[in-house]
């Protein structure tokens, strides 16, 4: 019987350590997320290894005879269960390569439970007699009201967009690197010390499946994570399906893949048009969705392997390093057509741009679309007055402010056709895309705790769902005219008449997605008075069609500024008195555009502004402790009675006092990975 044990044992470890198998362990025991697992099936170690063989189909040959003595609990585990083993299994491992190196670590499976948790920490602070929370939970103070407080508005930094590199080794060869990952780690260090909840990467298309067809390498956004987690930041990725350099702030050229490309050369019409025959390579055309070009694929199979391919190389990260995955839908990653090309010179702002829908595959649906109304006649292209780039929409007869033919019957069948193409690819994308994250979603009620074994200092990570994302642009010239030109040629058909982004939002709520709106820091005033301007008026009318469908609504500024104008109008946008909903900020989340040498000539500005986006005075007399273990900065905030009267008061009389942080020498680490 002991030799019968001794041989399951072998065969389980084995399948362990093989990589089809979905729980890899680094030993040939049972780690303790298995053995939560036989407690809760009930099954003793051999039992388990039975039901491992079964569940990948191998055959055991005493499996006959031990069945008999095991009886049901030999049974395959279901999806649900053998999911979490997996995953908690590569959590692991992935814990383990992170911190084993610089101190001892020890990973274990336990049951958390952190909304159950911070529910009765809640109900605590509400009973409490003087209105305030129990010293256990200093983040569910309530407000003198007997509200609860806002919640604040998480602040993730953009990286460079070259942060990740093309470098040419041995043969030819190019492989995707990390810049300058010494210079990279020091301003991560920096930013969590700032405050910063996390960063934001462009994942491209061009560097990860550059030599061939899902060919991936991932190696550099990888080793990016590594960085991330142990400065306990975390990571927003972009799945860039775009080329960089023809958009404002572009300081990098950054094309497709090179099999894309050669298919574009050979299929010309794989990329935008407009009138003129113009070819725009920055993106695919939506008009080739389903078509199976790129070497028997269809642009929307290879968006969906890529994030297929990126989400498995990453599943150890994912939920508490990873909290968003963005999915490029167009130029700049954005939902829209490249109807402003600024970076060829085709475009200059106020521009109403032109619309793009002159490649065979868009011209081919418009003409089917004509004749199902009756008009075959008008499916021969797009409105023959609607000018060029650079007009004005009183210099077209499409977008004419009195006569325009916008408003014809013609024009609406255009316009809804146009802006129904764009909702549609991003459907298509999304479906495929929502599949394939909430395949790789890490289960619930699962965290990770670390520990330091000398002063007793404790994080708890909880590990959250995986968000699914998209990009609007923020066309905000011209929206205080009738037609908003610049918007129609972009493919949103909003109007002063019509609101164009309800149906993006219904959208967005079938497959569970956040919204990210571009231009959070500009303001009315600045605009040019011509061009009839109104970036917050266009934010104020997103902030409220997201209310309506439940959508979370993120920021992002469009351009680099540090100015107390532009950084006031990000707060206001955040937390302004004209909240919808007073319970919580206006925005879910502020991505702030970019990390650089100019952030660092302003860092006083910036690291002033995160502190009030973290709803704390800038430079307040707080104590932050930050304990440089395993090479994580974790920051815990300690504030006695006496410092919070002394902060008080400082505040009433408009003083400010440095922040003062200490730093910890290094000690043991003691990490676990909690699991319900």
């Known amino acids: 019987m002991n030799a019968l044990r001794v041989g399951q044992r072998q065969r389980v470890s084995a399948s362990r350590s093989d990589p089809t198998c979905g729980l890899p362990c680094t030993s040939g025991r049972p780690h303790s997320g298995q053995l939560l697992l036989l407690r809760r099936r009930g099954l003793d170690w051999a039992a388990f290894g039975r039901s491992v063989n079964v569940a990948h189909g191998m055959s055991d040959p005493s499996a ?15 999806g649900t269960v053998w999911k979490r083993a997996r995953h908690a299994s590569v959590l692991q491992q992935t814990c383990e390569s992170l911190f084993a190196s610089s101190a001892p670590v020890s990973v ?11 529910e009765q920490l809640r109900e605590k602070a509400a009973n409490d007699e003087d209105g305030k929370a129990t010293p256990q939970d200093p983040g569910a103070a309530m407000a003198s009201d007997g ?25 030819g060869v190019y492989n995707p690197v990390l810049k300058t990952p010494k210079a990279l780690n020091e301003c991560l260090q920096r930013l969590k010390a700032a405050g910063v909840t996390g960063v934001m990467v462009d994942v491209w298309w061009g ?22 987690a142990l400065n306990g930041l975390k990571v927003q990725a972009v799945m860039s399906f775009h080329a960089a350099g023809g958009n404002v702030g572009d300081n990098v050229n950054i094309p497709l893949p090179d099999w894309v490309l050669q298919v574009g050369k050979e299929h010309p019409d794989v990329f935008y048009t407009d009138a003129s025959g113009c070819r725009n390579p920055e993106c695919l055309s939506l008009g080739c969705d389903n078509e199976a070009l790129l070497l028997g694929r269809t642009p929307v199979e290879a968006y969906r392997d890529f994030v297929q391919a990126f989400l498995q190389a990453t599943e150890g990260y994912l939920g508490w390093v990873v909290s968003e995955v963005t999915v490029g839908l167009g130029p700049a990653g954005e939902m829209r057509y490249p109807s402003y090309p600024e970076g060829d010179g085709r475009w200059r702002f106020p521009g109403i741009g032109e619309f793009q829908c002159y490649d065979k595959y868009m011209l ?22 609607s000018g060029n780039y650079t007009k004005c929409p009183w210099e077209t007869g499409f977008f004419d402010p009195q006569n325009g033919s916008y408003k014809t019957e013609y024009g609406d069948f255009f316009l809804q056709w146009y802006s129904g193409m764009l909702i549609d690819h991003a459907d ?3 479906g495929e895309v929502a599949e394939v994250v909430r395949g790789w979603q890490c289960p619930p009620q699962m965290a990770i705790a670390c520990s330091n074994a000398e002063d007793g200092t404790k994080t708890l990570r909880q590990l959250e769902e995986v968000k699914l994302g998209i990009k609007l642009a923020g066309v905000h010239w011209w929206y205080k005219s009738s037609s908003h030109a610049g918007e129609l040629t972009a493919g949103y058909y909003n109007t002063r008449h019509r609101n164009g982004y309800k149906a993006i939002m219904e959208m967005l709520g079938r497959h569970s997605a956040v919204a990210n709106f571009t231009a959070v820091e500009m303001r009315d005033c600045e605009q040019p008075e011509y061009a009839k301007c109104s970036p917050q008026g266009l934010l104020a009318q997103l902030q409220e069609d997201a209310f309506e469908f439940g959508i979370p609504l993120s920021g992002e500024n469009a351009l680099q500024r540090y100015d107390k104008f532009a950084l006031d109008q990000i ?42 986006m973290n709803r704390r005075v800038p430079g307040d007399a707080s104590e932050y402790k930050v304990n440089n273990v395993s090479n994580e900065c974790f920051v815990h905030k300690k504030e006695d009675s006496r410092r919070k009267k002394k902060r008080k008061n400082n505040e009433e009389e408009g003083k400010e006092e440095s922040c003062k942080i200490k730093t910890s020498e290094r000690a043991p680490l003691v990490m676990h990975v909690t699991s319900s």
């Open 571 to 612: 707060e206001h946008a955040s937390y302004g008195e004209e909240a919808i909903d007073s319970n919580c900020p206006q925005l879910k989340r502020l991505t702030f555009l970019r990390m650089g040498q100019s952030m660092f000539d302003n860092w006083d500005a910036f690291e002033s502004f995160i502190a009030r």
């Open 364 to 385: 081919a649906d418009l003409k089917e679309k004509a004749r199902e109304v009756g008009h075959p006649e008008w499916g021969h292209g797009g409105p023959h007055d």
């Open 108 to 118: 274990e499976v336990i049951e958390h439970n952190a909304a159950q948790e911070s």
């Open 428 to 430: 298509r994308v999304l």
């Open 147 to 171: 509200k609860q407080p806002k919640a604040k508005v998480p602040v993730y930094v953009m990286l460079q967009l070259d942060t990740v590199w093309r470098q040419e080794q041995e043969g």
């Open 207 to 228: 560097m990860a499946e550059a030599e061939a067809p899902r060919k991936y390498n991932f190696d550099a956004y990888l080793e990016l994570l590594r960085m991330a």
């Open 64 to 78: 006959k005879r031990d069945k008999v003595r095991a009886g049901s609990s030999s049974r395959p585990l279901s």
